[in-house]
């Protein structure tokens, strides 16, 4: 049975007075977990190797943009535009889109680039020593940076300058004379199928190969241990390759569930444009939105999960402020209590 009208509408205004507290949260959490991630895999005490580093490390900063230039810069403006009317004067929004839509494709492709590496280093060891190495993930992570500003081009040209504060995806006034063309239609429509449509194809693909790679050769490891030794005893080279499985199967996976609401919902709205009419309820997009944005930053909880070594940093670079804030206090207690002392020490 389909929701009313007025069922929807309501689902709406409780969705954007959550929002009103649900965005401001998730930017204060993100942005501070997103940077002390980088902090941490750049010190590279985490026990992962070099070029697992920089894609993690890429990937944390094209979510840390994200949550800066789309969530605070977009949605936080969008949700209290009572507060936010002068934004309607300035000039930016056409450059706006083409930066968050270029950053959200950094995003998106960095996770595949590193499922794709990820499958080299555990499914093709021949290949492993040439292609999963340092100077190849940064070759593959700036062309990827390269390609998405590139691609995202067009927006420029497609959106007018203006902001247009109402709470849509949509940010930007479209030109007139792209808003109702086919043209526009297709180029939005493809804009989504190649970001996120190809990417979930790429990584389930990737993940499914890997899988069938890691089963088959423990099963064979598993016989030949057996045989050798009579009893099936550890393998340290297959705990390696299941602990680095089980982290490229949450963060894909962390990605693919959070974005499947977001992607589907972006595919049938260009669906309209092409004669393929689906409803979708307004409020529907706008959980997706709220999903994809939390994607931002979930990937440091999944390290502090799988990785112990990652773990051991994040709790140390959260009690060292703390225990900089305690030191400053007793420091000042002593101060005040033997003010004399202290003079005599100076």
């Known amino acids: 049975m389909s929701l009313s009208f007025l069922a929807k509408l309501k689902i709406l205004w409780a969705l954007e ?30 026990g992962l190797s070099k070029c697992v580093i920089r894609y993690l490390v890429a990937m944390a900063a094209a979510d840390l943009l994200i949550i800066i230039i789309d969530l605070i810069l977009r949605h936080i403006p969008i949700v209290y535009r009572e507060q936010f009317t002068f934004l309607l004067y300035i000039r930016v929004c056409n450059i706006h889109a083409v930066v968050l839509y270029a950053v959200t494709d950094c995003s998106v492709w960095f996770t595949v680039t590193f499922t794709f590496d990820r499958f080299v280093a555990i499914s093709c060891q021949k290949l492993k020593a040439k292609y999963c190495t340092e100077g190849t993930a940064t070759v593959v992570l700036v062309t990827v940076t ?175 402020p703390l225990m900089m804030i305690v030191k400053r206090v007793q420091i000042r207690d002593i101060t005040h209590s033997f003010p004399g002392l202290c003079s005599k020490v100076q």
């Open 146 to 320: 390269v390609l998405s500003g590139l691609k995202n081009i067009f927006w420029y040209f497609l959106y007018a300058s203006k902001y247009w504060l109402t709470n849509t995806p949509w940010f930007c006034n479209v030109l007139p004379h792209a808003s109702n063309s086919l043209a526009w239609a297709l180029v939005e429509f493809m804009h989504y199928i190649l970001t996120p449509f190809i990417p979930f194809v790429l990584i389930l693909l990737f993940n499914v190969l890997t899988f069938r790679s890691v089963f088959l050769a423990s099963r064979a490891r598993m016989r030949l241990r057996i045989r050798g030794s009579g009893e099936n005893s550890n393998d340290p080279e297959m705990g390696r390759r299941r602990k680095s499985m089980v982290l490229l199967f949450l963060i894909s996976g962390n990605f693919m569930l959070l974005w499947a609401l977001f992607m589907s919902c972006s595919i049938v709205r260009r669906l309209d444009y092409l004669g393929y009419s689906v409803h979708v309820p307004k409020f529907v997009p706008e959980i997706g939105f709220m999903l994809q944005l939390l994607s931002c930053c979930t990937n440091t909880f999944i390290y502090a999960v799988t990785q112990s070594q990652f773990r051991k940093e994040l709790v140390n670079g959260i009690k060292y």
């Open 17 to 46: 007075d959550i929002q009103k507290i649900y965005y401001p949260v998730l930017a204060a959490v993100s942005v501070p977990v997103n940077t002390l991630t980088i902090v941490i895999l750049c010190r590279g005490k985490c």
